[in-house]
């Protein structure tokens, strides 16, 4: 099975994720998928992030190319926006929901523009976006739309958000339906895929796409 350097598969990414083409990246709390994401959405000019938590240090510690904002209102010529809205009170949701459901409409009008999805499940669960999301993940391609998506399980958002993405970024995900279900959604056989999840050591993840061997890629510090 390849292996790659954190560093050597951003080079490699760069030249192979399309126009269009979805990322996935699954994994559990604290495993790097903010930090990840992050160096992904790096390779784009035109990004749009939608922040839901609370708080979160990875977050914090985006480049100043990120223009932050908390109400949208999109100045388009700014090429990398952070959209961060938390909830105004505990429990009440239907703001951020609202403030959410603005921003990715407007994305999807707009066309031409990796989106950032930082917690996929929070979205489904509290915000109640699920038929949002699962039109994002089958329509978009046609406005030049990429989705990047983090979660934690995939049995806890719609199917689409896996079986859509070109690229999948797995960590150590230990539940083997989980496991199951990716290499179900990317049709690859389930052995290489639970092969390849368990090979990696912390921060390492697996770079799984249909038709192609999973290829495993080791942290490294630069």
């Not at 996935?24 to 939608?50: D, F, M, N, P």
């Not at 407007?106 to 979205?123: E, K, L, S």
Request: charged share 30%.
């Amino acid at each position: 099975m390849q292996e790659l350097t954190r560093s050597e598969f951003l080079r490699k990414f760069r030249t192979e994720w399309d126009i269009g083409q979805h990322v996935t990246i699954i994994g559990t709390t604290g495993s790097g998928k903010t930090v990840l994401a992050g160096q992904v959405y790096g390779l784009r000019e035109y990004v749009v992030v939608v922040a839901t938590k609370s708080s979160d240090r990875s977050l914090d510690d985006y480049d100043s190319s990120f223009h932050r904002v908390k109400k949208w209102d999109p100045q388009w010529f700014q090429k990398r926006i952070l959209f961060w809205k938390r909830p105004d009170k505990l429990g009440d949701f239907t703001e951020q929901r609202e403030a959410v459901f603005d921003v990715m409409d407007d994305v999807y009008t707009h066309g031409h523009r990796t989106m950032g999805w930082d917690d996929v499940v929070y979205m489904v669960r509290q915000l109640r976006l699920g038929g949002e999301i699962q039109m994002m993940c089958t329509q978009s391609r046609s406005q030049d739309i990429s989705l990047v998506a983090n979660l934690q399980r995939p049995a806890w958002v719609p199917l689409e958000v896996c079986n859509q993405a070109t690229h999948l970024l797995m960590f150590g995900v230990k539940d083997k339906d989980d496991v199951d279900r990716i290499a179900e959604a990317q049709g690859i056989q389930k052995d290489e895929v639970r092969s390849a999840v368990g090979a990696l050591n912390k921060y390492d993840f697996a770079w799984i796409r249909t038709g192609v061997e999973p290829v495993i890629v080791r942290n490294d510090k630069e």
